[in-house]
């Protein structure tokens, strides 16, 4: 299990991807994000689970028709940690290749 990540590194992940909200806890991030149809954010989140089962880490998060609501922490150290960072690192390259900036 990895280890979380030091208070300053939060604040580096955090100020590194726009949109994203830091919990009132400290544990986790999330995000909301809009894409042009359901079928854009569906085609988004099944790249992501791609890669998330790469990174054996996966998101918490839900779909809406065109919205999709991420929530990235590590459960098993009960924080965030260099899993988040990778699997934050994949989520912005896949929506920048989509032409999406993270709301």
Do not use: C
């Not at 149809?37 to 992501?48: H, K, N, P």
């Amino acid at each position: 299990m990895p280890d979380t990540l030091d208070p300053s590194d939060v604040e580096q992940l955090v100020r590194s991807r726009p949109g994203w909200s830091l919990a009132e806890d400290g544990r986790s991030i999330s995000a909301e994000l809009t894409f042009s149809s359901f079928a854009d954010a569906w085609g988004f989140m099944s790249e992501i689970a791609i890669e998330a089962d790469k990174l054996d880490h996966h998101p918490e998060w839900s779909n809406v028709y065109n919205r999709v609501a991420i929530t990235l922490t590590t459960h098993d150290a009960s924080g965030l940690t260099v899993r988040d960072v990778a699997l934050a690192k994949r989520i912005a390259g896949a929506l920048a290749r989509r032409g999406y900036g993270e709301e």
